[in-house]
């Protein structure tokens, strides 16, 4: 459940949550028992050692599996609870403030298993402390007064996690909308440069066997069915050419879908607006993103959509794999290097392996398993780069990955590299 609540069950912030909320019903259950011959010793280590438990779990990242997560965030909400119960019945103050400490993990519960889940866990030391109080004494059980309370009690109990449940439905439903829309515009986005760089790749290919089938046609012909194959691989080679050219559009089609369009580029504001994106789309609660401007650079002349496409397509590589291991840290480094700019998106989501390293920049190919993606992030991130003078360049070491996506100040030439072009003069030139 990449938008709802499993990602964000066992992380440091909510197990601090239930830490504090543990410690203020000890408080509560010793400023009670003040007076009393109790002691709350008890109490205070089985808490200590469900959070101890707990803690080793999560700063210890031993369960990644979303059903593993699901299962001891139940487990060790249901821990508090009886915790709670425990310890209002051990001082014997059972209508006093410490059933308050069972409303957090009854909220925990109600929004990873729903509203009902909740308000029934809510409900459990409501029912306890109604059963406790009408056994008290003889005349209690006929007492419609008390039982109307305490049928109160339990209501206004249930409540608060209930309308935590309902009200995660929405929040998941916008979440899983914005990240859906932002897919859905990467996408478009790059299978749209993958077809646009394959089309001219075929163009390339057929104005090569174009001019070979020229080139052969004006050798001797003492043959003459020789020449009239000749001829037909001229005539066929020059209608795929007409066809390419009519599929792709002009010659501003050649590099992109839509031609790039030149503009002044704040790219503080730019980078700014795309982590704030991809933060509400594809990041939990348990990963860090962080932005630091290292030295300011000036707006740049330069497309705007294919530096905010491969930001994005970067950020969210970085921020699945962190997702991946149940947490983590990103960060987004914007500086000014000579007559470029530098952003750099580093994550300490497990790195790259050595066998991904060479394939990193291939379409179709995704360097993490399991992946739902297309495969065509990097590998177009690149190519949005370099049409403006750019580039994208991908570091990896010890479980750290870096990317660094260059942007010139003022827009450059494209850039092409060798690897790219099918033009067999350049594969020759290449071979040698």
Not at 163 to 175: E, I, Q, V
Not at 241 to 269: E, F, H, I, N
Request: charged share 20%.
């Amino acid at each position: 459940m990449i938008f709802g609540y499993t990602w964000r069950a066992m992380t440091p912030s909510l197990w601090t949550l239930r830490a504090v909320n543990l410690l203020l019903t000890l408080a509560a259950a010793f400023l009670g028992a003040r007076g009393k011959a109790v002691s709350v010793t008890l109490p205070a280590l089985a808490a200590a050692a469900a959070l101890g438990a707990s803690a080793a779990i999560v700063f210890a990242g031993k369960f990644r599996a979303g059903k593993a997560r699901r299962l001891s965030a139940a487990a060790f909400c249901a821990a508090d609870i009886l915790i709670v119960m425990w310890t209002a019945q051990w001082t014997q103050q059972w209508a006093g403030v410490i059933d308050l400490g069972a409303l957090v993990p009854a909220v925990l519960l109600a929004l990873e298993f729903g509203p009902a889940a909740g308000a029934f866990a809510a409900l459990v030391p409501a029912v306890f402390t109604g059963a406790l109080l009408a056994t008290l004494g003889p005349g209690t059980a006929g007492n419609a007064e008390l039982l109307w309370t305490l049928g109160l009690r339990g209501l206004l109990f249930a409540l608060p996690p209930a309308a935590a449940g309902l009200a995660l439905g929405p929040a998941r439903s916008g979440a899983a909308a914005a990240a859906r829309g932002t897919v859905a515009r990467l996408r478009a986005a790059q299978v749209g440069e993958y077809l646009s760089y394959a089309l001219f790749q075929l163009r390339d290919y057929a104005i090569t066997i174009t001019s070979l089938a020229e080139a052969i046609a004006l050798a001797p012909k003492d043959d003459a069915r020789a020449a009239e194959r000749h001829e037909r691989l001229r005539k066929a080679a020059g209608e795929l050419s007409v066809k390419l050219s009519r599929v792709l559009g002009d010659q501003s089609a050649l590099t992109t879908a839509r031609p790039p369009a030149a503009a002044a580029v704040d790219l503080a504001a730019l980078v700014d607006a795309c982590v704030d994106e991809c933060r509400e789309a594809f990041a939990p609660d348990g990963v860090q993103v962080s932005v630091l401007v290292q030295s300011a650079p000036p707006p740049v002349h330069s497309d705007r959509r294919s530096i905010e496409l491969a930001l994005l397509s970067v950020l969210q590589n970085s921020l699945e794999a962190c997702a991946s291991r149940g947490g983590g840290a990103v960060t987004v480094f914007l500086r000014r290097e000579g007559p470029n700019a530098e952003i750099e998106v580093s994550d300490d989501g497990g790195g790259v392996s050595e066998t991904d390293k060479a394939t990193l920049f291939e379409p179709f190919v995704s360097a993490r398993r399991g992946s739902h993606g297309l495969g065509l992030g990097l590998s177009m991130s690149r190519r949005f780069l370099e049409r403006i003078g750019g580039g994208l360049r991908v570091k990896s070491k010890g479980g750290y990955t870096a990317a660094l996506l260059v942007v010139p100040l003022e827009r450059e030439l494209p850039k092409i590299r060798l690897e790219d072009s099918t033009w067999a003069g350049r594969r020759a030139e290449q071979r040698s």
